[in-house]
């Protein structure tokens, strides 16, 4: 694992809280890449973590309130079979 597999960039900050807000943004990240690496593993599912991440940067989800009760909904729009099983997975393990 590199930073260039989690897509950091070199970091010009110089303020503390800044470079520890980067530093702990980048380590979410890892810690999100390599559960999901572990849930793959785990549920021996065909996807490689390479293709998982991207899968899903084409899920799309809808989210709308209802006019007169004010209710939020939200709705996948349409998966193919790759993007289901990974859904699938991420939602039965999270």
Same mark, same amino acid.
């Given at each position: $694992?590199?930073? /260039?597999? @989690? %897509?950091?960039?070199?970091?010009?900050? %110089?303020?503390?809280?800044?470079? *520890?807000?980067?530093?702990?943004?980048?380590?979410?990240?890892?810690?999100? &890449?390599? *559960? +999901?690496? %572990?849930?793959?593993?785990? *549920?021996?599912?065909?996807?490689?973590? !390479?293709?998982?991440?991207? @899968?899903?940067?084409? $899920? &799309?989800?809808? /989210?709308?309130? @209802?006019? #007169?009760?004010?209710?939020? !909904?939200?709705?996948? @729009?349409? $998966? #193919? #079979?790759?993007?289901? *099983? +990974?859904?699938?997975?991420?939602? !039965?393990?999270?």
């Amino acid at each position: $694992m590199s930073k /260039t597999d @989690l %897509r950091i960039r070199p970091i010009y900050h %110089r303020l503390k809280h800044r470079i *520890e807000a980067h530093i702990c943004i980048s380590f979410t990240a890892y810690c999100v &890449y390599k *559960e +999901l690496e %572990r849930t793959l593993y785990l *549920e021996k599912s065909g996807l490689s973590l !390479k293709t998982a991440t991207e @899968l899903t940067q084409n $899920m &799309y989800q809808i /989210t709308y309130t @209802l006019p #007169d009760s004010k209710h939020v !909904k939200s709705k996948l @729009l349409k $998966m #193919d #079979d790759q993007q289901a *099983e +990974l859904y699938h997975i991420i939602q !039965k393990n999270f």
